[in-house]
């Protein structure tokens, strides 16, 4: 069992950045795969990237690749989402999840664990 909670969400304008942070309550949160899905307005939930349980491995978006970075400190039990050169598009409530595996391909992973979300809103 895992507990995640987001943070870090704001209101930013267009071209800046936000860093997403998602802490976990698991004593075993190091085998755990994390991601970042991201729900817009009337949209439907969307994946955004994922770090495998060592960091060794990561998966993106295409819509966000060269702009996002996901990382992880397995010692803080905190995945980081780095988010650059941010567009209206961006705007959403962004939310993490995590998956225990220590697969290190993280393209196709079921996530059973969610967090409550944080809201990004980028303005033009």
């Known amino acids: 069992q895992v507990q995640l909670v987001e943070s870090g969400g704001g209101l930013v304008q267009a071209g800046g950045s936000l860093r997403l942070s998602c802490a976990a309550s698991?004593?075993?949160?190091?085998?755990?795969?994390i991601a970042w899905f991201r729900q817009a307005p009337g949209k439907e939930r969307e994946f955004v990237a994922a770090i495998s349980w060592s960091g060794s491995s990561t998966y993106y978006a295409d819509s966000v690749k060269g702009r996002f970075t996901i990382s992880r400190d397995n010692a803080k039990k905190t995945v980081y989402l780095q988010m650059n050169s941010l567009k209206p598009e961006d705007t959403g409530v962004y939310y993490c999840?995590?998956?225990?595996?220590?697969?290190?391909?993280?393209?196709?992973?079921?996530?059973?664990?969610w967090g409550q979300g944080t809201q990004v809103t980028v303005t033009s």
């Open positions: 999840a995590a998956d225990r595996t220590l697969s290190d391909d993280v393209r196709w992973l079921s996530y059973d664990y």
């Open positions: 698991a004593r075993t949160f190091s085998t755990y795969a």
